[in-house]
């Protein structure tokens, strides 16, 4: 496997569920984040992780919990989810949190929708 | 607030060079990145401008003015797998990116 990859693709799940998305990145990099995308929306951060600590929340809610295990894993966990929550969760990774020049590597999503 | 406009959607044809706008207000400026993202796909990297004037990459082109907040990216002789959505991202004072909403870019034989 290379760059960053994300399992499951696809998710469907009913408001009383409980799931987890997993990421995995394979390029050595010591920062990962989780983004919500909606159509027609601007990509939202949720969570970012550097070297497995959390750096940022962006006032998300407690249904989704992330884990970040080590440098190259990162879950987020769903539960009681309403359907204002479908949309593609994306993972990506960086070198690191800082600096300018910060290219961030996607991987393809998970397509999540809440029944 | 912070806020990154860009069209919505844009129709080219098959050859013809396209130019997708980007206007930035942030918080600080860190330098600003394009990407391109494929229907169910990742979005993937296309380029990084921190400093004024224009980058060439092959058939691509990205221009900044930070003293106007904008930014373009120039697409030259459009392939049918151009067809995309390009997204553009500012990094502001504390190092996040604050994206657009993305443009939807069609490209007609």
């Known amino acids: ?115 | 607030g912070q806020n990154i406009d860009q069209p919505t959607e844009m129709t080219a044809t098959e050859g013809a060079i396209v130019q997708i706008n980007c206007t930035y207000q942030t918080s600080g400026f860190n330098g600003l990145f394009w990407y391109q993202q494929h229907a169910g796909e990742a979005p993937t990297f296309l380029s990084y401008n921190v400093l004024d004037g224009l980058e060439e990459k092959g058939r691509f082109s990205s221009f900044l003015s930070r003293s106007k907040g904008y930014s373009y990216l120039l697409l030259k002789e459009l392939q049918m797998k151009d067809s995309a959505s390009y997204l553009c991202a500012v990094m502001d004072s504390n190092y996040q990116l604050i994206w657009g909403a993305g443009t939807k870019l069609i490209i007609k034989p």
């Open chain 1, 1 to 115: 496997e290379t760059g960053v990859t994300q399992t499951p693709r696809h998710l469907v799940m009913g408001m009383t569920n409980k799931k987890s998305l997993k990421c995995e990145q394979h390029l050595g990099h010591n920062a990962m984040y989780w983004y919500k995308q909606s159509a027609k929306k601007p990509l939202e951060l949720m969570f970012v992780y550097s070297l497995e600590e959390r750096v940022e929340n962006n006032s998300v809610p407690s249904r989704f919990s992330p884990e970040c295990p080590n440098s190259s894993h990162l879950f987020l966990h769903l539960h009681t989810l309403q359907p204002e929550d479908s949309a593609l969760y994306l993972c990506a990774s960086s070198q690191e949190t800082m600096g300018s020049y910060n290219e961030q590597f996607f991987g393809p999503g998970t397509r999540l929708t809440v029944l």
